[in-house]
């Protein structure tokens, strides 16, 4: 019916939305939803209507800012699961640096994380999770998450601001997940 994302998520929600119950708009409410309808226009305006070709990428890199008042403070509490296709494919433990590599900048505040062992990916989900009980676990039981598509991903970069993230965009969780706090992850394409 639309020709833009925005219009199609404005519709959506007002016609999920009850007014005889509440003036809350009941729109798309997690990023990621949003994002595959972004997804959805580039398909729509950028290739006719058909889905694009497959990119395969693995991950290389992670780099978290805003890190200091997350958990620990140093990434350490965290681990990353890595999906495709809805089924786990590789597991990143920061602490004990399993398939990775960790440094911590307090004084940047953030953490650079080089990714070992990445299997070829394709249409596919970050899970990142903590031990930590400071941590918020909003949905989902994680700390955060992130549903992307690699036909989509663009200078082998997805960077994510925290309203861009699954569960740090909920306004309750933010005295934890701040203003700068975001996500960026680093691809190397697959021929």
């Not at 991903?153 to 700068?180: A, G, M, S, T």
């Amino acid at each position: 019916m639309f020709k833009e994302a925005e219009s199609s998520l404005d519709y959506f929600g007002g016609r999920r939305t009850d007014l005889s119950v509440g003036t809350t708009f009941q729109g798309v409410e997690t990023p990621s939803q949003s994002r595959y309808v972004g997804y959805y226009e580039n398909v729509k305006k950028d290739y006719d209507g058909e889905c694009p070709p497959v990119i395969n990428l693995k991950i290389t890199s992670i780099k978290i800012t805003g890190i200091n008042d997350i958990g620990k403070g140093d990434g350490s509490d965290l681990a990353t699961e890595i999906y495709k296709n809805k089924e786990k494919v590789h597991t990143v433990q920061f602490e004990k640096q399993i398939n990775c590599q960790i440094r911590h900048n307090n004084l940047k505040n953030l953490i650079d994380v080089q990714i070992l062992n990445c299997p070829d990916l394709y249409n596919d989900t970050l899970r990142f999770t903590s031990r930590s009980s400071t941590v918020p676990k909003v949905y989902d039981n994680c700390a955060f998450f992130i549903w992307f598509h690699t036909s989509f991903i663009e200078n082998n970069k997805l960077l994510l601001r925290r309203d861009e993230l699954d569960n740090p965009h909920k306004k309750k969780v933010q005295k934890i997940y701040k203003d700068d706090f975001s996500v960026e992850v680093g691809f190397e394409k697959i021929s």
